[in-house]
């Protein structure tokens, strides 16, 4: 469970993933792994993640609150699914060859199932998000591309889930310190 900056971590864990496993051998360096649009005009970059989407999952959340210090209670986290394109950059000025495109769009299908669970640096700890490829048809891909008014690319669809949003909401709440109760039998 994170603040609001966990969207960002995850992607930036995506990001070092790429980069540590296919710099240099397929991509020169690190740079030219990034998170962009692929509408973005820079073409400095040969391999793009892009965040296309983001639904709560309702079937993992929580309706009990955090006890916290004190007397205070936080509200649940939001569970989310996170959904990422990856694709190759054609804009880019190290365009490279089909193969060697290929062997790209290989590798990285290897390095995220192998590092399908993810870990959370920040706690030294597996989070409970795990990356899973998605099963969408060649329309559902069309039609992500299409709405960008960009020409369809050829990519890796995948999603992260659940990531866990916490909530700031935080409540105070009295603790019972005393009771008094009374007994009388009844007469029938």
Do not use: H
């Not at 006890?67 to 569970?79: D, H, I, L, S, V």
């Not at 990856?86 to 390095?111: D, F, P």
Request: charged share 20%; glycine share 2%.
């Amino acid at each position: 469970m994170a603040d609001f900056s966990i969207i960002s971590e995850v992607s930036n864990e995506i990001l070092k993933l790429l980069r540590e496993n296919l710099c240099p051998e397929l991509i020169p360096s690190p740079e030219s792994i990034a998170l962009a649009s692929p509408t973005d005009k820079n073409a400095d970059f040969q391999l793009g993640l892009y965040l296309y989407d983001i639904q709560e999952l309702r079937e993992y959340q929580s309706l009990d609150t955090i006890r916290m210090r004190g007397n205070q209670m936080q509200y649940p986290p939001k569970p989310l699914n996170l959904f990422f394109a990856l694709y190759i950059n054609t804009k880019s000025q190290l365009m490279s060859n089909a193969e060697n495109e290929q062997r790209i769009l290989g590798r990285v299908i290897q390095v995220l199932m192998d590092n399908a669970i993810l870990y959370d640096a920040a706690s030294n700890e597996e989070t409970s998000a795990s990356m899973t490829l998605l099963p969408l048809s060649f329309e559902e891909k069309t039609k992500i591309w299409s709405v960008l008014s960009v020409p369809y690319q050829l990519g890796i669809y995948f999603s992260v889930a659940p990531v866990m949003l916490s909530s700031r909401r935080v409540r105070s709440f009295r603790r019972v310190v005393s009771a008094e109760f009374e007994a009388t039998q009844r007469r029938r």
